[in-house]
């Protein structure tokens, strides 16, 4: 049995995240600490009820209506206020502050296709009649990739996956099971569980967010370290485009050309609608250990994870937390505003049969660099509450308190360099709108070459949070790319990062992107303003 | 220092393999047996020499001599028929069959570039003045990647990247190294050694080959259980196209947008040239140590491969041969028509300060599997032969048996069934012509989702021996497809793969290809024919 849960998640709550009937109020410590970290902040007006919302008539025709029926069946063309409002965004910050508008941007209608043919078809017939579209998994995006935009076209639609679940094939003998797109965290772990294997990909997201969602956003799970991005668990794709269809990855290992599958891991909807996803799986771990461990600081503990990680000694989740992260217990949500640790702390988990040789090697390079074994309790409170943040940001949010979080990446050598630059950038630019803030960081994703960085960022906005965190959000996205850092990590470009992907890759690179959406969506109708950014100078 | 012979290698013979000073016969066993197995054949005529063959003259008109001359220096325009000559293919039996004419093709000039900037300059007015352009590094391609194309154009150049060579940059601290694409495997080797560090990439073309041919064909090494296919080392890359240039790679982990790095690997020199690459490094192992295993079968040996990979118990190197291959000792170059082993029999080696360990929990599997320890022997003469082969067959060629490689790779499940109609198309495909042939087998590259295959196959062949094989190999490469087996494990595409690309990656994946070169390439001036198929109907 899977170490999780993987019993179906209800359907997440329109406005915030997560399961609707969880209450998450802050913790009394917390509530009690924050006026003196961030300053007196107004309690915002109650947000309205999905049914207090306006929404604009849908600007489908009725052509359009019923060439999309005739598709997907009456049934699964879905134009009801509530629906449209469920598909208004996904969950950064920004998105669950718009949810609070009595006026809402929504798509003009969901369309829910059953297979890969229907999905094919609702392209061809979206190019045909000037149609945007824009692929819907969990709506758990947090960097605008899922939002309603219509570009030059007439009308946009969402184009929900949830009836393309399930299980196409398993194969014990190799570890691989291909996996329709819209199939969920907890349903895919589920159904992999039952034969004895399971995928070992648990991003925060894991509950809502679905297969396709994780291959189209290049997700990366918390057990990275030792079951690795979700990019390196795909074997295989198929995807629909407006024009044809694509069947890769033939092969655990080719040379026959560039690797077309990588060309859609991280293609967010605009090259095509990935169908079905071919995945490595392994067995479910026998065992499963946790070990906290507490360093002097931040650096000491980084060069410890670096040095574990180049030895190759095998965990499966190492995360390291700073001196304030580890201060305030935020790495372990369930323990907010206990006792203040001291120093940097260090989750590991090892699984597997010889988790415990992994756990003594790492301890081996953990306590040669400066730490400090803590037993297992932290380690166990992270992994009990690894799900959780999202909730306590809705709590924040409620009481008038801005959160948000983001993240990026370099090497070993420029780590510090580019954590500081972050951390500054946040601070200065909070601060020049005349706001504290509170800037948490941990180390969640190691490689041999670098590492990841999350940032969790606190502040007390008296005006225009959406405003305020807009400059802030530009600042350190130009800071974050002048310390050589990648604009993200693990949560995609979207619309949000978009003005920093020609920094990333290049004219030459977004050149080719260009091209390769003009070759397989040549109306342009997929997901526009996502990933590529649209040239400055023409309107959307 | 390094476990491998790290020394400048002297440039390569011009018709064959290798050291031109090394003499390299057939051990009197192996010629007393051939006839036995594969019927008498003709021992072919003398090949010319060098200054025997007659060469075209260049179609490089004064005026694309002059501007060539004017970015690189007027040295480091070649135009002498010997030069010609050694750019006029790579180092496949055909190319070697091809290098005993008396009249043979070859590029109008050879352009030596010094600088990234200069590849860019030339790649820019080859495109004004329509010359096509063959990026040239090892010359080692057994797939015609290399070969003197002129496609639509009046001239062919080959940009040898010899002058494009050492180490850019060095990072100890992440374990990064930036080295310029012409550098060659072994002082890529001595320059890492020097630091400490290797990259540990040892295809068997590893003293000739370069980085940027390394990056350009998705080569695979022997080591690549333990370090990976040369795919999974690169972690950036500087390509010059003829349109712009790209600097790509900026985190060990992004999700901002499709890996482009992944779209270069691979690309054989049709987008760009690849003139700098950015490898993941680690120190030299302190520790090798190496096993021989025999099993009673290659179906069982290839299950022990599996449960041993899929565990991840560890070896840097593990490969199995099929009873053929052990029989003649062929695994072991050097002790071939040595005592015939019966079985299939396993080369091991495990190299890292833990690598007695991972032996152990290796030998626990293998052993569970059916194997025997066969001691250090077999596997110690496989490691100090492993870069041989390729002298044998320009033996065998001399006494005029036929030889050739090829190689594919698939899931564990499908593994024996691809193995079954790859040996299958070799010898009826070689029977149909009349001719006997011997087939052997190994896997040489384990994946925890599959393998690959490699045949080797002699041949005795009384007619025309290229159009024979020429007939054979497209037997052999539908019956891959057919069987599910990728057309290339890390040969590349090159020429001689074109055919099988669109039954890969799909007329859609070859639509994109297309895309992306017309974008970068407009002019089509960079390597014509090669990995993208000339559409059929469209002369060349």
Redesign the interface.
């Known amino acids: 049995m899977s170490h999780e849960d993987v019993s179906a998640a209800a359907e997440m709550r329109w406005n915030g995240w997560g399961d609707p009937n969880r209450v998450s109020g802050l913790p009394f410590a917390v509530r009690a600490l924050l006026p003196a970290i961030l300053g007196r902040v107004r309690r915002p007006a109650a947000a309205p009820g999905i049914d207090e919302v306006e929404v604009a008539p849908s600007l489908l025709t009725e052509a359009d209506q019923a060439t999309l029926r005739e598709v997907v069946g009456a049934e699964d063309v879905d134009l009801s206020a509530g629906a449209r409002l469920r598909h208004a965004g996904g969950r950064s910050t920004p998105d669950l502050l718009e949810r609070r508008g009595h006026r809402q941007e929504t798509p003009d209608g969901i369309v829910l296709p059953a297979s890969h043919d229907e999905v094919a078809e609702v392209l061809r017939l979206a190019s045909e009649r000037r149609i945007a579209v824009v692929p819907f998994g969990g709506g758990t995006s947090v960097v605008g990739g899922v939002d309603p935009e219509r570009g030059p076209h007439h009308a946009v639609i969402s184009l929900d996956l949830r009836r393309l679940t399930g299980l196409v094939s398993f194969?014990s003998?190799?570890?691989?099971a291909v996996l329709r797109a819209g199939t969920r965290g907890p349903e895919a772990e589920r159904l992999l569980s039952e034969r004895g294997f399971e995928l070992g990909h648990y991003p925060q997201s894991f509950r809502y967010a679905t297969i396709g969602g994780f291959a189209a956003?290049?997700?990366?799970g918390q057990n990275?370290a030792g079951y690795g991005?979700f990019?390196t668990m795909v074997?295989g794709l198929r995807v629909a485009?407006p024009?044809?269809?694509?069947?890769?990855g033939?092969?655990?290992?080719?040379?026959?050309?560039?690797?077309?599958v990588?060309?859609?891991?991280?293609?967010?909807g605009v090259f095509g609608v990935i169908t079905e996803v071919r995945v490595?799986v392994?067995p479910v771990p026998a065992e499963r250990i946790v070990e906290s461990w507490s360093f002097p600081d931040f650096v000491t503990g980084a060069e410890a994870l670096?040095r574990t990680v180049?030895?190759?000694a095998?965990p499966t989740v190492i995360r390291l937390s700073d001196e304030v992260e580890t201060g305030v217990s935020l790495a372990q949500v369930g323990r907010i505003g206990k006792a203040l640790s001291k120093g940097a702390s260090v989750v590991a988990v090892f699984e597997?049969?010889?988790a415990e040789t992994r756990r003594v090697?790492t301890a081996g390079f953990l306590s040669a660099a400066g730490g400090t074994s803590t037993g297992r309790t932290g380690a166990q409170d992270w992994l009990d509450t690894r799900f959780d943040g999202p909730y306590l940001r809705d709590a924040l949010l409620d009481v008038g308190v801005f959160c948000e979080t983001l993240e990026?990446?370099?090497?070993?050598?420029?780590l510090q360099r580019l954590r500081q630059a972050v951390a500054d950038a946040l601070r200065t630019g909070f601060a020049q709108d005349d706001a504290k803030s509170f800037v948490m960081c941990h180390v969640s994703?190691v490689?041999?070459?670098?590492?990841?960085l999350y940032f969790t960022v606190l502040a007390g906005i008296r005006g225009d949070q959406l405003a305020v965190w807009d400059r802030v959000k530009h600042r350190v996205g130009d800071a974050i790319m002048a310390a050589?850092?990648?604009?993200?990590?693990?949560?995609?470009?979207g619309r949000d990062?978009a003005p920093?992907?020609e920094d990333?890759?290049?004219?030459?690179?977004l050149?080719?992107?260009?091209?390769?959406k003009?070759?397989?969506d040549p109306a342009g109708v997929l997901n526009p303003g996502a990933?590529i950014p649209v040239p400055s100078g023409s309107g959307t």
Chains 1, 2 share one sequence.
């Not at 990026?408 to 420029?414: D, K, V």
Request: charged share 25%.
């Open positions: 194969d003998v190799s570890g691989e956003a290049r997700s990366s990275s991005r990019d074997t485009t024009t044809g269809e694509l069947d890769l033939r092969a655990p290992g080719s040379a026959a050309g560039p690797d077309l990588r060309l859609f891991l991280g293609s967010e490595r392994h670096r180049q030895s190759g095998g597997g049969e010889d090697r990026t990446a370099t090497t070993w050598a420029n994703h490689y041999p070459t670098g590492a990841s050589g850092g990648t604009i993200t990590h693990h949560h995609a470009i990062h920093w992907l990333e890759i290049g004219e030459t690179g050149r080719i992107l260009r091209a390769v003009a070759e397989l990933l």
